[in-house]
């Protein structure tokens, strides 16, 4: 009789914005009746840093470096999509190889950051060793940015007009030899998770979001896709040279955690295809406009961040200033979501749940 | 163009040409990427157009609040709605103050028609201090209830709070460790640091609340 | 399960996967952005690194004689995007490989690169110049028939009065 008073007794239980299981600074008031989760209410605004305002104060290119640094994980899609954004203003055609090696970051950029998401899932499931094993995979496409781009994390690809670097033979090498060693483990990796037993209880018909949710909420990325949702900027609006690679836009019909963890997996590979193609056939041209003015008007962009569609909006006036940069990152729907995705859900997987939607608090707060 | 897009942007212009809004502007990028604009005449159109293009089943991307103009921070807001149908992204702009007295104009909410328009509401709501009619869910997105709204409008960078001294000590520190002194062109040209020529600029900059830090 | 235990001892097998540093040297690949520095006979203090340089990490003042200007960069502030070095005209300013930047605080402002760059007097008008590098100049000029030696000397006003009336004298010559 006692523990049956106990279960139904409704509570509210405050998780975060420091807590073990969450990776970032968010705050979840969650309305438990015994283990359900009944309501939820996020509360965020802990690293708002008031970037747009910032960018209103530097100029077009220190943008470059500023947007560069809103979120790490997405880190080249924020200065590309700015430079779309810009060149689509000033009206600058970028050349066919500065084109094909933003693709190249991109999708580089794309791998490593599925590759943690899918670690994370197995890290807070308490399935450490896998996590390591994840993780470790990952340090090869690491090590790809650091020779390359030199650097871990933000790689200074872009710049606006084109890009600031380029490969030569060597690297192609060195660059084909990883995705090799990758693309074995990956192909391990996506067994594992597709059959573990483990991984398939925990996470399966968890954090369920239908379709229709899916287009009520605006979701977009490996989170709408999970749901079988056909939202892929890359496909849906070509953006660069994406339209003349073959690759395959990855959907799964589960509709829950396990889903968007098999669509990111499962876009790992299709990356590692579009890298394959772009590096044997990068084409001769120049990099970049060097210091082209930027006349007043509007633009927008969007391109496809390993979150999904992420959206740049910029105004001038004709100075070297922007007088508005606002930029949407698809975490932004996506926290919204999470009331549906937790409902009834068990409060020992509300964290799990919080990781399938791959979040970014930097990047929504800004 | 694709026969879809064709369909979509026949759909589009056919829909909006029925209507008494003003005529919408194409325009394209490099990836043949299709632009349409549209500038309403008042923030009351909103909900017109929000109708229509919840038919178009049009997709949310974001909404952006902005002052139409550097020098006048705190008065002329404007608001953008970014949408997606199918491959072409739709902007509706919209000046939220009147024409003559450049007094703020309140703005209907689109949440009822677009659910994720909750926190873009939200966010202008309290960075740009815009009154929104019967919005589902009022409360604050990311500053706390102790903070003034529109402090987008208001917010200078701590290097112009205090005048830049904070990187005119940094950098007088920096010549001290590598010559020994500070030379005197250095003192004269650190006084205004590049960082906060904009602010100096401005014709109506915020005064700087010294009393308050204190 | 059983899927994961092969990886699992495939990877004991293989060994720690860590490197040893410090007591090894870790592995630094040579693209690496590091530290910056300036090669000060190259630079021809035009600024744009400032200008790009989102950290506000470079400081270019004259001295109070206008003989010359203090170029200053300090690490600490530097956010080691490559911006400078990227687009630097004569590469005056580039990255090396260094990592090493962690120092105790009571160093930071030490953590600097400071040259005085001294200006040379322009051989045609004597207004104070930086020399304009020949590498530059060789590329510049390549399909121009000026004395490279004498044209570097120049600022960018008598430069193009150089070159036109080099071109002048060829044209007379070569009256087609």
Redo the contacts between chains.
């Keep these: 009789m006692e523990t049956k008073q106990h279960e139904t007794k409704s509570f509210s239980l405050p998780l975060g914005p420091i807590h073990v299981a969450l990776e970032e600074p968010m705050y979840f008031k969650l309305e438990l009746e015994g283990e359900r989760v009944k309501h939820v209410d996020i509360t965020?605004?802990h690293v708002?840093r008031?970037m747009?305002?910032?960018a209103?104060?530097?100029?077009f290119?220190?943008?470059?470096?500023?947007t560069?640094?809103v979120c790490s994980l997405c880190s080249n899609s924020h200065p590309l999509t700015y430079c779309l954004a810009v060149?689509?203003l000033a009206?600058?055609?970028?050349s066919p190889k500065a084109q094909a090696l933003r693709v190249l970051a991109e999708e580089i950029k794309r791998t490593a950051s599925h590759l943690f998401n899918v670690a994370i899932l197995a890290h807070i499931i308490g399935y450490k060793?896998?996590f390591m094993?994840v993780m470790?995979v990952r340090?090869i496409m690491q090590d790809v940015k650091?020779?390359?781009?030199?650097?871990r994390m933000?790689l200074?690809a872009n710049?606006i007009g084109g890009v600031?670097y380029s490969v030569n033979l060597e690297l192609i090498e060195f660059i084909e030899k990883s995705l090799v060693r990758t693309e074995k483990h990956i192909k391990?990796i996506i067994?594992?998770y597709a059959?573990?037993?483990?991984i398939l209880r925990r996470t399966t018909n968890v954090g369920r979001i239908s379709a229709e949710d899916v287009?009520?909420?605006?979701l977009v990325g490996p989170v709408a896709r999970g749901s079988n949702v056909r939202i892929d900027t890359r496909k849906?609006?070509?953006?660069?040279i994406y339209d003349q690679l073959d690759f395959d836009m990855i959907t799964e019909t589960g509709c829950d955690v396990h889903s968007r963890a098999m669509v990111r997996l499962r876009e790992t590979l299709e990356s590692i295809k579009i890298i394959k193609q772009i590096i044997r056939n990068i084409p001769e041209g120049e990099l970049n406009t060097?210091?082209p003015h930027i006349p007043a008007g509007?633009?927008?962009?969007?391109s496809e961040a390993p979150r999904g569609?992420l959206?740049y909006?910029v105004?001038t006036?004709g100075?070297d200033?922007p007088?508005?940069l606002?930029w949407?990152v698809p975490s932004?729907?996506n926290?919204?979501a999470l009331e549906v995705m937790m409902k009834d859900c068990e409060v020992a997987d509300v964290s799990l749940i919080v990781n399938s939607i791959d979040p970014c608090v930097s990047c929504t707060?800004r | 163009m694709s026969q879809t897009r064709n369909n979509v942007f026949d759909e589009i212009k056919n829909t909006f040409a029925q209507t008494d809004f003003p005529p919408l502007t194409w325009t394209t990028n490099n990836y043949n990427n299709l632009y349409a604009w549209l500038k309403l005449e008042n923030p009351s159109q909103l909900t017109e157009a929000a109708k229509i293009l919840q038919s178009l089943q049009a997709r949310l991307c974001t909404i952006t609040a902005y002052t139409e103009d550097r020098s006048n921070a705190a008065k002329q807001k404007a608001i953008a709605y970014h949408f997606a149908i199918h491959d072409i992204l739709f902007c509706v702009t919209v000046q939220i103050y009147d024409k003559e007295t450049l007094e703020p104009l309140a703005v209907p909410s689109i949440t009822p028609y677009f659910r994720n328009a909750d926190w873009n509401e939200r966010e202008f709501m309290e960075m740009y201090n815009i009154k929104i009619i019967d919005h589902p869910n009022p409360k604050r997105l990311f500053l706390d209830e102790r903070l003034d709204a529109g402090i987008m409008t208001q917010l200078i960078p701590f290097s112009s709070m205090v005048h830049g001294t904070g990187s005119r000590n940094l950098w007088e520190q920096v010549m001290l460790e590598k010559m020994g002194y500070v030379p005197e062109s250095y003192k004269a040209a650190l006084q205004e640091p590049e960082f906060t020529k904009v602010e100096e600029t401005k014709k109506e900059a915020p005064k700087p609340q010294t009393e308050e830090k204190e | 399960m059983f899927k994961f235990l092969k990886v699992l001892v495939k990877n004991i097998l293989q060994g720690p996967a860590t490197e040893a540093f410090p007591l090894q040297p870790a592995k630094t690949p040579d693209r690496f952005r590091g530290r910056v520095t300036l090669n000060p006979d190259l630079c021809v203090g035009c600024g744009i690194c400032s200008h790009v340089c989102s950290g506000d990490a470079i400081r270019i003042i004259p001295n109070e004689e206008k003989t010359g200007y203090h170029y200053t960069v300090w690490y600490n502030s530097c956010c080691l995007c490559g911006s400078c070095t990227y687009y630097c005209p004569t590469k005056a300013i580039t990255m090396t490989n260094n990592w090493h930047n962690s120092h105790k605080q009571d160093d930071k402002f030490k953590m600097a690169e400071h040259h005085f760059i001294p200006y040379l007097k322009c051989d045609g008008c004597g207004a104070p110049i930086r020399l304009l590098p020949p590498h530059l100049a060789t590329r510049i000029y390549a399909h121009s028939p000026v004395d490279i030696e004498k044209i570097i000397r120049l600022c960018p006003s008598c430069r193009q009065i150089a070159t036109a009336e080099r071109q002048g004298e060829l044209n007379e010559s070569n009256p087609e």
């Design positions: 965020s605004g708002h008031g747009e305002l910032l209103t104060k530097r100029n290119f220190q943008n470059v470096v500023l560069e640094r060149e689509n009206g600058i055609q970028v060793s896998l094993h470790e340090e650091e020779t390359v781009y030199g650097n933000d200074a710049c600031k391990e067994d594992i059959t573990d037993k483990m287009i009520k909420y605006g849906t609006a070509p953006y660069l060097l210091l509007e633009a927008m962009a969007r569609e959206f909006y105004r006036d100075t200033m007088l508005r606002k949407r932004y729907m926290w919204d707060e």
